[in-house]
């Protein structure tokens, strides 16, 4: 597969509207766009002001086509930080171009260069691109762990314990 002309740029806060923009289209992918609640300040807040987490713009020609989110997590086995991937999104219109598996590869460099432990991320079961896309560099599913949450009134719940 030819890769074509592509560049990674972080956000920059002026470009909050492009990473919305870039979630909810991800979210019509996943077929669940009534669940995009954030706002350009609430990632105005979460990725410049907290510094939560960091987005990564895909850039085929100078354009950005596709974007990444991740933030830390911690390895206490290893003793070292991990990345943990939350999307990796890229247009319909530009997929096949080996776009997804370049800002893998950038990604995979900045687990190196910032001395981490891993890069991980999660799937959702139906995306057989995805998992196809994965399978395909090698990445192992890791699945004698199962992901839980707590969100919304549970989550609520258990603070009023506290």
């Known amino acids: 597969m030819e890769r074509p002309d592509v560049s990674f740029r972080f956000a920059r806060r002026e470009d909050v ?9 991800l979210s019509v ?8 609640v954030a706002s350009e300040a ?17 850039l085929e020609d100078g354009k950005e086509v596709g974007f990444a989110v991740f933030f830390y997590t911690f390895s206490t086995f290893r003793g070292r930080a991990a990345i943990h991937l ?31 432990a891993r890069l991980e991320w999660s799937c959702l079961k139906w995306n057989e691109p995805a998992i196809r896309f994965y399978k395909s560099m090698d990445a192992e599913l890791v699945d004698e762990w199962d992901t839980y949450q707590l969100e919304g009134p549970p989550l609520e719940r258990m603070a009023e314990e506290n």
């Open 29 to 36: 992918y996943e077929k669940r766009p009534e669940q995009v």
């Open 86 to 116: 939350e999307d990796l999104f890229i247009l319909p219109e530009y997929r096949g171009r080996g776009l997804g598996r370049a800002a893998m590869a950038y990604l995979c460099a900045l687990v190196k260069e910032r001395d981490c």
């Open 42 to 58: 609430m990632l105005e807040k979460a990725l410049f002001d907290r510094r939560q987490a960091e987005a990564l713009f895909v």
């Open 17 to 25: 509207g492009l990473v919305l923009d870039f979630i909810r289209c």
